[in-house]
């Protein structure tokens, strides 16, 4: 039995009951969710024109074709006659790219249905940049080719200590390269930004030798995960070399060894990345770095209970006449409260609602007999889970 991806109101049809179920592949072990075999679809750029837009003109055999968009975002789609369908992070999205073509994400891989041979037209705001980063959630994940010419998949950077398993094909056979036009399977076990680079090369001077350079420049921009340029990032290799990111977030590494480069980039309160950058001779590659910024785990609060029992000391009673406690270092979390008269209670207790837990209180306790003598002491106690009582029998 098979499960239909969701479907979106649209005029156009809906993707054919064939389409995609969410359970384990038959066909792979590498676990791919279970699809009809797509192809990669075949196609021209065939219009650039002055306003940053540009045609593209896809070419489908009939059923399932894995596509990407080359593009920052569409404008417009013509004869498509079925839904769209993309597979992110674990779960199926639809989209009737005709009738909403702002919906559909471009840096995803997206499967195309068609009943016949089928030509359709995109149209949308041609990519300018040279990276792309696709933030991927945990689970299966289609993902497209940004640029217009095949992707080296050595040219892709991951979040530090993140993990990938692809790109795959449909048929769980690994691959090295993102097609143009197409889409790979990937799947991440995190959540993590992937980043795809292309190579740009640098203009060479009348009269220089590119071919007799031993090495080439690395350059580019750092930039948060929300597209603000991060200055002060630190951008290393595994060669020692490294730069710092201007007020506009841009570095630049002149006289890079060629090769194949590990590159790290860090920044204060962001999560480091870490990838491959493949250096030419006499080239220059340029790099979009976007670093996300570390998300502190939400405090756990609880309440801290401090129980403070009357004392007799040379034939007085002292009752808790004043409990104080503040967590340590942190003067917004403190509770207070004075009892005046003896209400003849063995036992005064001060609940502490809204206390961290993990940190350390100071609590200072104040007794007092009728005839106006006191003592007070300092203790020190860690919250250690939501709900704890502190005992206090005397000075």
Sequence with gaps: ????????????????????????????????????QPVVASGAF??????????????????????????????????????????????????????????????????????????????????????????????WSLIGNPFPGDLAWANTTLTTGASLLGPLTNDGTADTSLPRLGARWVRADEELDLGLHRVVPEPVTVGQSAAAAPTGTLSGKVQTSSGVALRSATIRLDNGQSATSAADGTFRIASVPAGTRTLTASATNYKTAQGTVTIR????????????????????????????????????RYWPYRIEVQEYGNYSKRWSNTWYTDYGYSRTDLPCTGANVGRSHTIRITWRASNGSQYSNTWYRTLNSTYQTEYFYNP
């Design 1 to 36: 039995m098979h499960e239909a991806a969701p479907s979106a109101s649209a005029p156009v049809s809906s993707a054919p009951g064939v389409v995609p179920q969410g359970g384990p592949s038959a066909r792979a072990e590498s676990g791919l969710p279970a699809l009809p």
């Design 46 to 139: 065939v219009q650039g024109t002055a306003d940053g837009t540009a045609d593209i003109v896809y070419s489908v055999p009939a059923g399932w074709s894995a596509v990407s968009f080359p593009l920052t975002r569409l404008v417009a789609v013509r004869g498509l006659t079925h839904q769209i369908v993309s597979h992110q992070g674990g779960s199926w999205k639809t989209a009737d790219a005709g009738a909403a073509p702002q919906e559909v994400d471009t840096r995803f891989g997206w499967l195309v249905y068609a009943e016949a041979p089928l030509e359709f037209t995109v149209t949308g705001v041609a990519q300018e940049v040279d990276s792309v980063t696709v933030p991927l959630a945990p689970g």
């Design 281 to 316: 001779t006499g080239q220059t590659t340029s790099v979009l770095i976007s670093l996300s910024p570390v998300v502190s785990p939400p405090q756990t609060t609880g309440t801290l209970n401090v129980a403070a029992y009357a004392w007799y000391y040379s034939g007085s």
